[in-house]
């Protein structure tokens, strides 16, 4: 991959808009899908961040938004890559009432950081199932949701208010800090898994829940993606709604103690009133079909590592990883359908299959037509997350043009017209 | 623009009575439920399926005329009402449910459809559509989505755009595009997120594909009366913050209470010593509900609840909740005119906020009944008046005003669930400045470059963006 050109100038411009510490030039490790940016800035506040993206747009710079940088393989390599801002000293809580279960931080503040405080409350965040070193920026601009989601909501639902900034300079707002809202177009949704390119989030402010009285964590073992559909619907049918649901090919590194080859595993999360999550141990135990095995943890230093060990599995790096999405009751049957050799952690609730395959670069492109076809038959929605360079480049990793595509051409169009964020990642003609 | 060639086209396609023009028949769309804002439509076109919108929408762009998308006209900010001569398209000829899918817990409906025959069709796979405007028996699924509606179950269960999947929609320019999948899988922007809630601005839905969640196998629905309102909303608070999501957490104040027992149809049963009944559902599994019922009940008494009423029958629940959602509807009863306000605050303001209120309407002179889903901070001071005194109505206005201001002021804004529209676009800049509008006229522009599709809502007039579709279309109708 060719390195943007270093440009000392620009560099030397950017110096002249930002505090002295928060600009310096790119090196190697900043690098976005092998484009090394020219600058990197981490403006110590918004209305510097304002400054940075109407320079950029006024020099015809191409700005990748990053926070965490634990998400950035996701998107298609970049067309073009001056410049990196940074949200990173964007962080901290601004404001925290805990009895409206709201909280609102800058998109800087990691996970962790917002689960710790809402923790010490007996709160919830909905960040709390993903990678704790995330930002809240970046989880947000990749729209992804946890292992929890069913319990928890997707994430896009427990927004209450975002602020951008544009790259005409505009500072904006939509939404607000409370539970309830149709002031006005509903411009948090389109935000939110916007990957960076219609503005950058500066803060947002998010819905929490009530720590619930008590969690458990079924583990199960169990054959095969079939059998975990099978789970699945019987769950389904007896009204037994989990927390969380995730099945993990039999090729993993999960710390449990009793791991037979060749089986399936379940994390199975409960959590609410005390009772109630007896009462689900005891009939979901009981449901399940004959042959499959379960485990119940319940203290919560058993139960919390197997979970953040799913988060960090989740995201793990392989020569090839992507995700599927279709209905729930097709999710077993998609990942049944792929390749032997193609490892995944199947969420059925959500219908969501994450995918992982390691091996020889050049067989990379045979495994990802294999997986391609099989997310055709059961008309999957497809995200390819890491490939090889040859593999991202000769398609679009999002698939297929979606309805409505021009409507967002459109949007692209009226927020940053010419192109300065995130230029060739998002889908290819935005 | 004409008129007459819009309506014969359609006519042409659809049939002559596919379209209302007798004055007579038109006079029932002059308003929605807001009855301040009246215009009678040109005429009212009444499509069959997702094609004949169509039809109707091409022949308006082609001609340029504008149109405004309408379900049961219940709306309360004056959304389906034109602001100047328009075509009306009312989707009340489209009502089947066209798929159910109970395994995967999806219904896929037409946007003319009773909200509550969705979950009556559902019922029997033990699933429900969950958002539940106290409307429910007229309003249709379409103009939920438009409205992002809520209803007192959206505490726990979210407002409409939670369990929108997908939407069907007639574009401004005649193309039909799906938004969202019912998988929930999103590729590129959210346009489905955007569509919800955009008041019939952005085009005309015609299909929706909606969440169906499982029915709770235990409800408990206890009614707390209380000796002061402020206490009952310290209650509320109180339950909040202790870590039980009920179901739903609503108050009446005792001028509600009065009117609904003053009501033989909406009657409850409210003790009408009580300053303020709590109303409150609680559901989930049978294991826990018991535990859950006990600590409200202590909460409650704690902050002064004088005793505490508990359905046992599904008659003595329905009976509690009948006072609750037909509260509008025995307003109605007391004055000529009722002016139903929304609006929400962070909800540990409640109890200052609606100190205020009842200061307000003492102020002007006014009766104010106060209604509301307490859980969600969002409060309905109702107000009666009779529209034929003009100082009367002057001070409504003011009223009505400062209790949004006084909102806002603490943290909240202009509306929890009913909409801008044309009643509200007026205050729009008290929360947003100029370039938070501009964004959300971007979007507009974007989905609705004409501007005939619902002009003149949401955005205030003479403010930049509005003015900007104004002369967007000026510089058009010249060429
Ligand atoms: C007694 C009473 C109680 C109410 N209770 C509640 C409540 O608890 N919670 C709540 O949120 N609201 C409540 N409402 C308000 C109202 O019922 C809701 O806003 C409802 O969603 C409106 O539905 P409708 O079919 O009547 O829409 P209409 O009033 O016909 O239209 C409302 C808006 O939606 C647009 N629209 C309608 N159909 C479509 C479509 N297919 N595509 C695009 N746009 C469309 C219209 O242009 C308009 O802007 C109540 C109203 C009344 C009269």
Redesign the pocket.
Known sequence: MTAAEPSPSALDALQAVLPGDAVRAGRDSDAIAGHVPSWVAAPPDEASLRDVLTWARQQQQAVAPVGGRTQLAIGNPPDRLDGIVSTQRLSGIVDYPAGDLTITVRAGTTAAEIAETVEAEGQWSPLDALSGDSTVGGLLAVGQSGPWRPGLGALRDQVLETRVVHPDGRVTRSGARVVKN?TGYDLNKLFIGSLGTLGVLTEVCLRLRPRPEATATLLLGTTDALTAAEITALLRRAGLDPTGLAFVSPRHDAPVIDRPPGVVLGLLKLAGAAADVAWLRDNISTELPAGTTWTLLEEPEVEEPIWQWLRVHLRRETTLSGRLGTLPMQAGTLAASLPVEVDWVLRPWEGVVDWYWSGPTEQAAEISAAIHVAAQAHQAGRLLIHAPSAVKASGDVFGERPPGFETMRGLRDAFDPERVLNPGRFLHGL | MSFDAVIAEIRSKLGAEAVLTADAELLVYEC??VTMHRHTPMAVVLPNSTEE?AVAVRACHEQGVPY??????????????PVEDALL???SR?RRVLEIDFENRFAIVE??I??VDVSKACASGGLHYA??????T???????????????H?LKYG??TNHILA?R??MPDGEVVDLGRADQWTTGYDLRGA?VG?????????E?TVRLVPTPPAIRTLLFPFPELDASCEAVGAIIRSGIVPAALEILDRNTIEAVEASPTFRAGYPTDAAAVLLVELDGLEAGIEDQVDSVTTICRQHGALEVHRAQTAQERAALWRGR?????AM?RLAPDLF?Q?VVVPRTRLPEIIREVVEIGARHGLHVSNVF?AGDGNLHPNITYDRRDADQVERVRRAGKEIIVRCVAVGGTLS????I?LDKAEYMTLVFTEDDLESMAKLREVFNPRALC?PG?ILPSGGGCFDRQASRLATEDAQ
Not at chain 2, 138 to 152: K, L
């Open positions: 149709v | 929605d439920a919108v405004v998308p309408r379900g049961a006209g219940t709306g309360l900010s004056g959304g389906a009402v398209i009312e989707t489209m946007a003319g009773v909200n958002p539940d405007p106290s409307s429910q007229v309003c249709t699924v379409g103009g939920n989505v438009a409205e992002n509606s809520g209803g007192p959206c407002a409409t939407v929609v007639v569509f955009s008041e019939g601005t952005l085009g005309i839905a015609t929706i959602k037909g509260a509008f509807g109605g139903v929304d889903h929890g669930e009913h909409g529209g619902n809502k």
